[in-house]
């Protein structure tokens, strides 16, 4: 067996038959497919269970968020190489036959190769969005001197839907963060150790159709998002993370714990976002992206202001 597709699935049942075609018209054909439905209640899992081709596998479990389903379907998967799809995404035909090409003559010092998409209900394809952020085709290795910022976009690049992976490093780096149900960036929680370890591959080719209109998590939320595991508890990160790169992590957290910290204050959480800063952006930090924008805010007067913002909004 060559490739393992993991699907976690969790309520999908108008999205779930799309996204099982799209993994069965793949030009490449030696691949098993294990759904793990994560306690849905609408009837997804009888649809994937009547699902006629035999190279999909249905398991179940309680509910406990799209991490543990992740590691459920890693524990049983029989590939070498182990690719993520969500419910409600679809790959273009050749996804799976150009990744293992492109991964496979970079050799096998690579851990995986994430690709380009194109972002729905548009349409349009994001590849001049990850250029302007400084992504090129070809190898990365994280090294003391590569800018904080090119890391982060590194790191948001990385999706469990566009990336496929030597199943041997997914495993070795502890798969997805799968504790208290979490609901976002539990699969940031494993790439950044894998990032900080390995090398990746990067294809900015669109080969993915990523749908936000039909993820919860990508649409605009009636409060603040979750804050990232690895903010809530950088501890396993650090442990993770080579002598010669801590000063790039202890960055790359700074710009994360920024940005959340904007978000968490436009929602009127700006004691939870002053816990952030205090926690991971000294004064020193000053010249990494969103630090002013997040230091300016983080206090009652930028939580009004983003409380006006939000009444505004909805006028």
Known sequence: ???????????????????????????????????????STDGSANLVAAWPDPRVRLMRQKNAGPGRARNKGLAEARGRFVAFLDADDEWLPEFLERSLHLLESYGPSVASISSGYFQFPSGRPMTWLWESRGLRDGVYQLTPDMLPQLVAHLLAYLCPWNTLARIEVVRRWGGFFDRYKCLYAEDAHLWLKVLLNEKVAINLEPLVRFHTEASELSKNLPGPR??????????????????????????????????????????????????????????????????????????????????????????
């Open 1 to 39: 067996m060559e490739v393992s597709v993991i699907v976690p699935l969790y309520n999908k049942a108008a999205t779930v038959e799309r996204t099982l075609a799209s993994i069965g018209s793949q030009t490449f054909r030696e691949f098993e497919v294990i759904v793990v439905d994560d306690g």
């Open 226 to 315: 979750p804050i990232e595991p690895f903010l809530r508890d950088p501890s396993e990160i650090e442990k993770a993370c080579p002598e010669r790169l801590q000063d790039l992590l202890r960055d790359v957290l700074a710009i994360r714990a920024n940005k959340t910290a904007c978000m968490l204050a436009f929602w009127g959480r700006w004691r939870a976002a002053r816990e952030l800063l205090d926690r991971f952006c000294p004064w020193s930090a000053w010249r990494l992206p969103y630090f002013g924008r997040a230091q300016l805010v983080a206090n009652p007067v930028g939580a009004g202001a983003g409380k006006v913002w939000r009444w505004l909004a909805s006028a």
